[in-house]
Structures are given as C-alpha cells and as structure tokens.
C-alpha cells in the first residue's frame, strides 16, 4: 500500500504518503478506540516518524494511543519517533510522568 488513506469518521488521518504518520483533528476519549483501529493494519511509516503538528485538540487519551504506537514500533522493531507534540499534550505528559517515554525518540529525530 503506498497511500495511507484518511478513515471515514475518524476526525485524525495518517498522511498521504506511507513515509510519516501526520495526525490531524481531534484525539479525545470519543474517538481514540477508532483512531486506534485506524492504525492498527497499516504499515508502520517507513521514516518511523509520527508528527503531531496537525492536532487541533487531543487529551490523556492520545497519550494513550501514542504509548501503543510505542509499544507496536517496538515489537516489529522499528522504534517510533513523536514529533511536534503540541506543548497541552506535553504538560499532560509530564503530570503522567511519561513525558521522558515520548522524548527520547523525538530527540533522535531532531539529531538526524
């Protein structure tokens, strides 16, 4: 497959591309069980990047989504990269305490 192609009522879509992962819309607990579904039969991106930069809202439950992309990037070895991560979305994560499990890869991509 060498598009990724938006899913019908998820209000976040992968990006045209198959290269990086572009999350767009809205993560909230009404419909991150979707965007995980959306995800879950497609390719990894094969630049192993997902960029936030296109997230209009999101709250804890993307935190959520993003640790399972962690851990599916890990398990087919292909460490994933969080990009762009809006600073709302970082401020839940350091209140989680998670925010040093999504920092590293964004940080090696950065140094590439």
Do not use: K
Not at 16 to 33: E, K, M, P, S, Y
Not at 55 to 64: E, G, I, K, R, T
Request: glycine share 4%.
């Amino acid at each position: 497959m060498s598009a990724i192609e938006p899913v019908p009522g998820v209000p976040v879509a992968p990006s045209d591309d198959a290269a990086v992962w572009h999350l767009q819309g809205r993560i909230t607990f009404d419909n991150v069980t979707a965007v995980y579904a959306a995800f879950a039969d497609r390719p990894l991106p094969t630049r192993a990047i997902v960029d936030l930069s296109g997230l209009a809202h999101a709250d804890s439950s993307a935190l959520a989504l993003l640790l399972a992309l962690l851990r599916r990037g890990t398990r087919e070895r292909t460490p994933l990269a969080i990009v762009a991560m809006p600073a709302a979305l970082a401020a839940i994560a350091r209140v989680y305490g998670i925010d040093e499990l999504l920092a590293p890869a964004a940080d090696a991509v950065a140094a590439s």
